[in-house]
């Protein structure tokens, strides 16, 4: 081999960086991911993210709008699974390594040689965590390495409604519109970059592998705690309703405002899981996984 079978062997061509690392803008060309890089209604994975052009990708590792780069990947403060914990496979140098998601000769979705199933948003024909989302929720769940935390693997049960218990399990959308139907869980990957984070404005990193591709997405540090940085996740793509225009376009749903009562006002500021919950202490615990309806969310 050209490079160490470790992580390195992904950034490297003939042991001179060239594949996966950081360009000058800090990731590859496009990224952070847009709403244009989706695969549109009529794809079979529609609402994925892959640089495309007509639906038909867009081939090469520059294009890769979701990876951050080599620096943001191996940031152990904010890349959680660069740092190793509870990752099943660590590489040569103690940190998680690309193949516990990657298989570079083969995988079991069509795009990022996953080794996984992972695919476009799905789970109103099933009251169980949707299969289309193994790829997170393998690990993430009872069966997943016993280094996460507790709150870590109960994301599966987070995602069922069968086990929590609740129809808004997965964030479940609540309105139809296209290939989006009633009920189906919002994929992990239109909240977190698996591969860490730089923040939307390159600066200000987030944590919990929280994505930056929304403008206001920079510096969520504690977005359980303060409601600051909370009511800008959440206003990512809700849209407060004093607010001229919709709200941001997600799976091709143009999100409704919130509802004109307090405390959903731009001015105000209220913490969003105060009614929506924080709980994570056991499969029906509402958090953001699995929001409360509101009012009694708590936890």
Known sequence: MFAP??????Y??????????????????????????????????????????GGQKTTGSNNRVRWPGRLTWE??????????????????TGHGSCLNCHDPHDGA?????????????????????PVEYDMCLSCHGSDGPSGLSPESRRIADFYSQTASGSSHAGHAITQTRGAVKR????????????????????QHPND?????????????????????????????????????????TVEG???????????HRSYETKHCYDCHGRDYSSPGGFNVHNPSSGGRGGG
């Not at 960086?17 to 847009?34: F, K, T």
């Not at 940031?75 to 040569?92: C, E, I, K």
């Not at 199933?117 to 965590?129: D, E, L, Q, V």
């Not at 600051?228 to 709200?247: E, I, K, L, M, S």
């Open 208 to 248: 919990f592998l929280l994505s930056d591709q929304r403008p206001g997405w920079f510096g969520l540090t504690d977005i359980r705690n303060d409601s600051v940085q909370v009511r800008r996740f959440c206003t990512g793509c809700h849209a407060y309703p004093d607010q001229a225009g919709p709200g941001t």
């Open 12 to 53: 490297s061509t003939n042991g001179v960086e060239g594949c996966h690392i950081n360009r000058p803008s800090g990731g590859s060309a496009g990224y952070p991911a847009q709403e244009s890089d989706r695969f549109a209604d009529q794809h079979p994975f529609h609402g994925y993210f892959e640089a495309n052009s």
């Open 253 to 263: 749903i143009v999100a409704e405002p919130l509802p004109k009562q307090y405390p």
């Open 5 to 10: 079978n470790d992580n390195m062997l992904c």
């Open 75 to 92: 940031n152990v403060t904010y890349s959680r699974h660069y740092a190793g914990q509870g990752m099943p496979r660590l590489d040569g």
């Open 183 to 202: 009920g189906d869980r919002l994929p992990c990957y239109d909240c977190h970059n698996p591969h860490g984070s730089a923040g939307s404005d390159g």
């Open 109 to 129: 979705t069509p795009y990022d040689q996953l080794v996984r199933r992972y695919g476009p948003i799905a789970g109103a024909g099933t009251s169980a965590a």
